[in-house]
């Protein structure tokens, strides 16, 4: 089973951030969080992935809880080829788990 | 970063015939790699794990008969739907392990008359 828990959907307008959620209240202290994305049709695409501190590439910033039981995934100016499913996953990092998805949030990005 | 390509990205096929999809590791090499199923509005279920040079793994209610999985070499792991139904048809997507990240293909549609 998936180890985290997402809304299931959102809507956001275009132009403004888009901030998902993602609760893990039983993530280990050697697993990470990654975040995916996929936009219909398509494989998922990686978009970025942290332990304990705040993270941020091109794509998007990751904030985790000091606790780490949650995170947040900020798109700081969600455009409409933003609106795909989100998927917040845990697992060790170096490891060759298996990837587990949940459901996921469907974003909606709004003109 | 790492590129994970899957052929054919559709195929049509006879309810009873046999389809191949190919995953491929383009530009590193892959141990491990992973085959997903995905129902339309659903998430992807992990169907079993091929690891090179050995026999696949398996999930739960997924019937290594009907779904064989060869992985020959480090860049490339094969799915035969055997005797394929139209409840296989689906979306199926593969990935690849790289140094920390799994790498997905873009899948392959199958749909099955």
């Known amino acids: 089973d998936a180890k985290t828990t997402q809304p299931p959907s959102m809507d956001c307008a275009e132009g403004r951030a888009a901030n998902l959620p993602c609760n893990h209240s039983t993530i280990s202290g050697n697993e990470y969080v990654y975040w995916y994305r996929q936009i219909h049709s398509q494989g998922p695409q990686y978009i970025i992935h942290g332990l304990k501190n705040n993270e941020t590439n091109e794509m998007a910033s990751l904030i985790i809880t000091e606790d780490r039981k949650s995170s947040t995934l900020i798109l700081p100016h969600a455009t409409l080829r933003d609106t795909a499913v989100y998927y917040c996953i845990v697992r060790v990092g170096t490891s060759y788990d298996k990837v587990i998805f949940g459901p996921g949030t469907s974003l909606s990005v709004i003109p | ?113």
Request: one cysteine or more.
């Open chain 2, 1 to 113: 970063g790492a590129v994970v390509s899957q052929h054919p990205s559709r195929v049509i096929c006879k309810s009873g015939t046999s389809v191949k999809i190919e995953c491929r590791s383009l530009d590193f090499q892959a141990t491990t790699m992973f085959w997903y199923r995905q129902f339309p509005k659903q998430s992807l279920m992990l169907m079993a794990t091929s690891n090179e040079g050995s026999k696949a793994t398996y999930e739960q209610g997924v019937e290594k008969d009907k779904f064989l999985i060869n992985h020959a070499s480090l860049t490339l792991s094969t799915l035969t739907v055997t005797s394929a139904h139209p409840e296989d048809s689906s979306f199926y997507i593969c990935s690849a392990q790289g140094d920390y990240l799994q790498y997905f293909g873009p899948g392959t549609r199958l749909t099955v008359l």
